[in-house]
């Protein structure tokens, strides 16, 4: 079964940049793709980022766009998502998840999630 930790997430100011972690364990990590989603208080799990099981493709939410970057460790067996210019509204907490197909949305194959970090963005 999957098991999935994120880390890193905190309290920053607008403008400030923060990478969050997903570190993977009890499963072969090449075997799923991985990603990121966020919710908000009062708001719909969004997704924001993907990476394929090898690295070779990634998908990203328009909302993140050229400020989130999704990567992926085969060594260590982590996901990281890097978050730059951070906004007020990505205030949120952060999920890591984990699927046997890559996705776009929270329609995972065989997936699993984290427990979330919250990143909280002050203006």
């Known amino acids: 079964q999957v098991q999935l930790v994120e880390s890193g997430g905190g309290l920053v100011q607008a403008g400030d940049s923060l990478t969050l972690s997903c570190t993977v364990s009890?499963?072969?990590?090449?075997?799923?793709?991985m990603g990121w989603f966020r919710q908000a208080p009062g708001k719909d799990r969004e997704f924001l980022a993907s990476?394929?099981?090898?690295?070779?493709?990634?998908y990203y939410a328009d909302s993140v766009q050229g400020r989130f970057t999704i990567s992926r460790d085969t060594a260590k067996k982590m996901v990281d998502l890097q978050m730059n210019s951070l906004k007020p509204e990505d205030t949120a907490v952060y999920y890591c998840a984990a699927s046997a197909a890559m996705f776009r949305d929270d329609r995972l194959v065989g997936g699993s999630w984290g427990q979330g970090t919250q990143v909280t963005v002050s203006s």
């Open positions: 990476i394929s099981q090898f690295g070779g493709g990634t």
């Open positions: 009890g499963v072969s990590f090449h075997n799923y793709a």
